[in-house]
């Protein structure tokens, strides 16, 4: 769309990475395209499910066992990199820190960012209770219970953390009601 300075604009062959690609639908667009995508997931067994289930439907994509801040992929590799609601999952400011220092490692040079976040009024952390600034331990919402997220508290928050490792970083806020639950999410997009 029209909402960014500095669009992400892919050149034909573009490599793609999605950290925490889940079953792979983000990368979908990206496989539909022709581009070469990779994904990680945080277990070797999920990861070739991910990889099985992509090839089921007709494509190929390079899945691995990888973490945000331990990446199975030579540096400056890939022209985009999606990290789509697993930064959250850093438990200190100092992983968080690290995990984008990891990703900008594999980035090309020119190589885009592209986050999604857990927002400040995210449901998730409606009822969460808060170890240390920024630091959140899920309580009666799902699975995750018990576990510890970090959250951007502002968008100028995101956007400074990230401008220590890229540029023309641009960040957003989309907020949205979904079967009554108020869903907050923090957007960010950087170049290398």
Same mark, same amino acid.
């Given at each position: 769309g029209k909402y960014l300075k500095h669009p992400v604009v892919l050149k034909e062959g573009a490599r793609v990475l999605d950290v925490g690609c889940g079953f792979?639908?983000?990368?979908? $667009?990206?496989? +539909?395209? *022709? =581009?070469?995508?990779?994904?990680?997931? +945080?277990?070797? +067994?999920?990861? %070739? /499910?991910? /990889?099985? &289930?992509?090839? /089921?439907?007709g494509f190929s994509a390079d899945i691995h066992f990888g973490l945000n801040r331990k990446l199975p992929f030579k540096d400056e590799t890939f022209?985009?990199?999606?990290? &789509?609601?697993?930064?959250? =999952?850093?438990?200190s400011l100092e992983n968080?820190?690290?995990?984008?220092?990891? =990703?900008?490692?594999?980035?090309?040079?020119?190589?885009?960012?592209?986050?999604?976040?857990? *927002? $400040?009024?995210?449901? &998730?952390? %409606?009822?969460?209770? &808060?170890?240390? $600034?920024?630091v959140y331990e899920i309580h009666n919402y799902d699975f995750r219970d018990g576990s510890c997220f970090? *959250?951007?508290?502002?968008?100028?928050?995101?956007?400074e953390c990230l401008e220590k490792d890229f540029v023309k970083v641009e960040t957003g806020r989309v907020k949205e009601s979904l079967m009554k639950v108020d869903l907050d999410f923090l957007i960010a997009v950087g170049e290398r």
């Open positions: 792979g639908n983000n990368l979908l $667009p990206f496989l +539909v395209r *022709g =581009y070469k995508c990779s994904g990680t997931e +945080v277990t070797s +067994v999920m990861a %070739k /499910q991910t /990889q099985e &289930i992509l090839a /089921q439907r022209d985009l990199l999606l990290s &789509i609601n697993v930064i959250h =999952y850093e438990a968080v820190t690290a995990a984008f220092s990891e =990703y900008r490692r594999v980035l090309a040079k020119g190589g885009k960012l592209l986050l999604l976040t857990v *927002g $400040p009024k995210h449901a &998730i952390l %409606k009822e969460a209770k &808060i170890v240390k $600034p920024n970090f *959250g951007f508290d502002k968008k100028s928050f995101l956007k």
